[in-house]
């Protein structure tokens, strides 16, 4: 199948150094024509310099990326940005301010009538049209963010990078533009690769999605397959928001800090095996002779979110809206009878 995209064995870094600090580590990943995929992970994984060496920014110590089976990028060779054919759509949207919208948009193509009537389709999609003459000071943020999407489309290019777009926007305006994404993606017959730091709109807008830490990719899959199969901790940590336990193996049995687990014994796991499961899956009781204190609790509107800690060990409870408890107080975990965990690596399923 072809690839929009491919990266093979890619490492970076900013300042050579005897340590090898490396801010990317051995990147391989590829992306089909027409999908949107997310790069996901904290802030400083390297998601950012990632898609700047896509877009010919900077050149990587090592590897390739290929553009429709051509290289663009090795360790002796940079295509420069404008010949990549890469649109590119920044956190702050970058447009020119002694432009109004029409310009800005236009500002890469050329005059030809069918890249006027691109524009002019672009601003209707994108439902700016009405805007075309307004300057970019008279424009509110998600204004923004679509004249800025519009002007890295309006040339044609087949791919488009998005440097975390939405991160400045309200909540609403935020939902409205992320779902509306894909279908102008499509409605254009454009890849996108999408830099966020949030798990939430990863999973809900993309169709595949590479998870980042410390420059190295924990888990790169659709968004099913990543919550039915997170390869690590940190995937179901990070992205799922799952809590997670260190295992023992004593009297016979594997158990954790707040009770046994009910898997077959024969069953080998290693001295780093953990437990992984959701929020729902434990209560949260007030008593004075357990380890366990609430350190935080939130408002959700149907349910409260509570974090308590033991020993540095901390667990997410979601509790119902009478749930007597309040920051400071000492409390006993249990877990739900007949709810789900994982354990991580050897991905044994089984209930509590």
Known sequence: MNSELEILNLWHEFKPNKNNNWVLKDINFSMRPGELVGLLGPSGCGKTTLLRLIAGFDRPKHGIIKRNGQIISDDQYLLSPERRQIGMVFQDYAL?????????????????????????WLLDLLDIYKLKYRYPHELSGGQSQRVALARAMAPGTSLVLLDEPFCSLDVEVRSKLRSELSSVLKSCSTSAVLVTHDPHEALAICDRVAVLRSGEIQQYSTPLEMVCNPSNDFVGQFVLQKNILPIQYLDGSYTTCIGKLHFSSDKSISSKSVCMFDKNAIRIKRSENDNFTVVS????????????????????????????LSIGDKCKVETIKEKSFLVLPENINSIF
């Open 297 to 324: 609790k939130e408002y959700r509107i149907s349910h409260f979110v509570f974090t308590v800690i033991n020993e540095g060990l901390k667990l997410r409870a979601e509790m119902s809206l009478d749930t007597d």
């Open 96 to 120: 020119f301010p002694h432009l109004n919208v029409w310009d800005n948009v236009c500002f890469g193509i050329d005059k030809k009538e069918q890249s006027i009537k691109r524009a002019d």
